[in-house]
């Protein structure tokens, strides 16, 4: 029986702990031709996690949303080589193995694993979320005896908890008994996931005798590729340094975004997304990095101060459209809003994300207390100063400008109002910029906003394609606005300094 040597001594023995080369991981496992599980998401999950991932093909399938149609098992020899080649150059201290489909295939693994001293988590794979058998009966008795009494941890679901343990599980209690069985292989550790069982995953201590249990909720979405992304997102938090039960707590929670994240990219089992959340947080900190960098561009401009409204002006930007649907609002694993849960384009609330950039509930962001111009000590001169820093929930008035304009190109994602005088109108048209106009005493009655059904107007005059800029002469206790689009913020204030060249130009 052999029980690895814990993560802090394996990172010592080979150097990593003094962070003299990027942590790297390894998956042993079958290719998805359909990038769902398998290989393909345990990659993805080692990339969205900051860890270096390298592969190892055991089998070559033939699958999609619907299932396995074909597996072609790599020889033992070659599967071998692969494992040779990372470790004779990688310090690889945490493995995954994944889809080990034969006796044969398992019994080797399990030799390379002992030779290269690797603290390997067992993924038992034994049949595709979508349909289709992926491990030979025959494996499953030699992936007991041979590979778990080498490996630091297993992690089945109730399905192929039964087959290891030969216990049927109905409750916790159950799992829990099953675990122990499983244990007695020589495996240091066994999760029971549960994807199955009320979403409470059981984590068994073999050594100190110790349960722990991770509870969960269940959430809707793609469930093709859980176990794998499961696994591999726990072998990553591992290879980074956080003790055991901290890495199943994280890989939980990873696993829990990847489904709220899925996409129905076929027409059977939709596979789960492990870089979805990654992603909104990205664009969502690019957003607002991007209103800071068109606030740079305005801030300094001397005649963009004249071009401000008296109510302010605004920088407002949106998230891309594949942000904005809804499928769940009910439940947030990471306190970042899913891509296909932002429900409406200006709801605010008073919760902060987890980024600090607002609230997730909106897919608009822009300076909370607007940019107002400010005059100098003699009152001779004006310039312009922001309140606030950008933030999500912000400009709301912008945000529906910008949606009705969405309606027509998505591309379309940032809006700036100026103030609406004929000469800046005419300066704005001097700039060669397209510009459409819209009066309010034409709006028809029952209307509930103005800026939206006139830009909604313009949009379709115009050959249903949205304008550099629209403007409006404003109405009784109404004052007049121009509002420049772009495709970011940055795009919108440029723009804006084309304005400011041609009144400069005037004036010279």
């Not at 998401?41 to 149609?69: E, P, W, Y």
């Not at 849960?341 to 909370?368: H, L, M, T, V």
Request: glycine share 10%; net charge negative; charged share 25%.
């Amino acid at each position: 029986m052999n029980n690895k040597n814990t993560a802090e001594e394996q990172k010592n023995k080979t150097g990593a702990a003094k962070g003299i080369k990027k942590k790297c991981v390894m998956t042993i496992a079958g290719s998805d031709s359909g990038g769902g599980a398998g290989i393909e998401a345990d990659l993805k999950t080692f990339s969205a996690l900051g860890v270096h991932g390298t592969c190892v093909i055991a089998s070559v399938t033939s699958q999609n949303t619907k299932g396995v149609q074909f597996v072609y098992d790599i020889p033992v020899e070659h599967i071998g080589t692969q494992i040779d080649s990372v470790c004779s150059d990688m310090e690889i201290v945490f493995a995954k193995s994944g889809m080990l489909s034969s006796p044969e295939i398992v019994s080797y693994v399990a030799g390379k694993v002992k030779e290269y001293n690797l603290s390997l988590i067992v993924d038992p794979v034994m049949a595709a979320e979508a349909g289709g058998e992926l491990l030979r009966k025959d494996a499953v008795k030699m992936m007991a005896e041979v590979l778990l009494p080498v490996s630091f941890a297993v992690t089945p679901n109730i399905f192929e908890a039964e087959i290891l343990s030969g216990i049927k599980i109905k409750n916790a209690e159950d799992a829990k008994n099953a675990a122990v069985k499983i244990a007695e292989t020589g495996v240091k550790y066994v999760i029971v996931t549960g994807g199955h069982l009320e979403a409470e995953d059981i984590v068994y201590d073999s050594k100190n005798k110790e349960f722990t249990m991770l509870s969960g909720t269940f959430v809707k979405g793609g469930t093709h590729g859980t176990g794998c992304t499961y696994s591999s997102s726990l072998t990553a938090y591992l290879a980074r340094g956080y003790s055991f039960e901290q890495a199943c707590q994280f890989a939980k929670k990873f696993v829990v975004d990847a489904i709220l994240y899925s996409e129905n990219i076929g027409s059977g089992v939709a596979p789960v997304n492990p870089g979805g959340a990654q992603a909104i947080r990205s664009e969502r900190a690019f957003v607002i990095e991007n209103i800071l960098e068109a606030w740079e561009i305005l801030k300094n401009d001397d005649i963009f101060p004249q071009l401000i409204p008296e109510v302010g002006t605004n920088i407002a930007m949106t998230l891309p459209d594949i942000f904005k649907e809804s499928v769940q609002p009910e439940y947030y694993a990471s306190g970042i809003q899913p891509p296909r849960q932002i429900s409406s384009i200006d709801k605010a609330d008073n919760i902060i994300g987890a980024d600090g950039f607002g609230s997730y509930y909106s897919a608009a962001a822009a300076f909370p207390g607007r940019i107002h111009k400010v005059k100098d000590l003699s009152g001779a001169k004006l310039s312009a100063e922001n309140l606030g820093y950008p933030s999500f929930g912000s400009g709301s008035n912008l945000a529906k400008v910008i949606k009705s304009a969405q309606d027509f190109d998505e591309t379309v994602r940032a809006c700036i109002n100026l103030k609406y005088t004929e000469k800046n109108v005419k300066h704005c048209e001097k700039t060669g910029l397209s510009a459409g106009s819209f009066n309010r005493d034409d709006e028809p009655s029952g209307c509930d906003e103005s800026k939206e059904w006139g830009t909604t107007m313009i949009i379709q005059e115009n050959g249903e394609t949205v304008p550099d800029m629209i403007y409006e002469n404003g109405g009784f206790g109404k004052e007049g606005v121009i509002r420049v689009f772009g495709t970011d913020a940055v795009d919108a204030a440029n723009k804006v300094l084309m304005i400011c060249d041609e009144i400069r130009k005037a004036k010279n």
